[in-house]
């Protein structure tokens, strides 16, 4: 039995008073936006829920879209009926007709009046719609508390009652954007991918930074990070991605920078372009995929010594996640064999032997001295390209290269 509509539950959005009308906005938008493509796509929000209407789409092309909208906690198919008891009973018995009933499965009905003017009350509701799916299904039992199946009823306040069975789970968090805006540090690993994707489900708006050294790192490289930002870009709009060119304060830092520091010295001049970054792109927040204690850089006294040169906020969602955790989450989201292709996002040429695990911050600033920091920060400012990546990026690019063969 096909049906035309999905009802959509709120996630934590449901709790915030007076912002809860941008927070719903954002996501409609984000949902008009995702389903332009599709004819006649109607969106209906309501203090409690919100549906998707659509005409010439299949379910599974909706849901598809739906499941990766933040700030959804579940959705479901919902069918519509007239406020009439027996009508209601009729489609109850018509819905469970689309599932397979297996030995020894139990169901429940679970009524809501919105309209308390209807004739029957949630008792009744209940108990006679649920004597018509007993009688059409004697195989199923009843179970209040632990049933296998929730068949939920509706009696809105408009002339319609809404029925629904099954749900699906979304993804949580907050609506795309609700949060502010913040810019990813996106290399070609598996770390910052998965720390863009949790940051993007807490609200956050995103645009991808990428640091590129070439001829040291390859065009591949590059094209991972770009093939990244448009994994992520699923879960929102359209990103902005930043290429950085870092080659000239690499090759600095390694004619200048004792070899003992300068991984630090490198990581301080990212943050210093992304603090300039973050000015002219109107956003809020760093986000980097650092893992304490994961590396080098990511000891408590570099992240310390790192953080110096900057005041902004810097978000490391997976700041306590365990390697095993970020790869489960990437091959969830799609980009594990985008992150797994071998190209390096940076090379061995300007790996230091030995980082310093314990940096102190009077050596690194003595360092620093050694080269001209506002000179170099200003030039890969000044050098940075600019470009727009959806979705479709991946699938463009490929065909593009099939193309060439
Ligand atoms: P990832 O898996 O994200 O590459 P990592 O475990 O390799 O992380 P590092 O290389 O130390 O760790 O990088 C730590 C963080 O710094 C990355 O998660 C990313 O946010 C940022 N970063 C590193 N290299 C780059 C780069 N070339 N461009 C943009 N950001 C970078
Ligand atoms: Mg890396």
Redesign the pocket.
Known sequence: MQTNEILIHYGELSTKGKNRKMFQQKMAEQIRLKTKHLEKVRIITNHDFMFVQWKEASYEEISNIIAKIPGISRFEPVYRVGKNLEAIKKLAVEIFNEIKIEEGESFRVVAKRSDKEFEHDTMAIQREVGSAVGYAYPQLSVDLRKPTYSLRVNIHLEDTAYLSLLSTPGLGGLPYGSSGKGL??????????V?GYQMIKRGLAIEA????SPPYTSPQALEK?KKLTAVLSQYGLSLVFHNVP?TKIQEEIKANIHDDFSMTVM?RM?LRIMDRLLETRDANAI?????LG??A??TIKSIEVINEVTHSPIFRPLIAADKNDIIAIAEQIGSYDI?NEPFD??CTVFAPRTPKTKPRLDIIEGEETKIEVEGLVEDALNGIEVMTIDEHYIRQTTEAFSHLL
Do not use: I, K, W
Not at 209 to 212: A, E, K, N, R, W
Not at 287 to 291: A, F
């Open positions: 990813l540090m996106l290399s070609g690993g598996f770390d910052s991918p720390a930074v990428h640091f590129s990070a870092f990581r990212m986000v980097t995929g650092e893992s994961q590396v850089s990511q992150s996002d940076c």
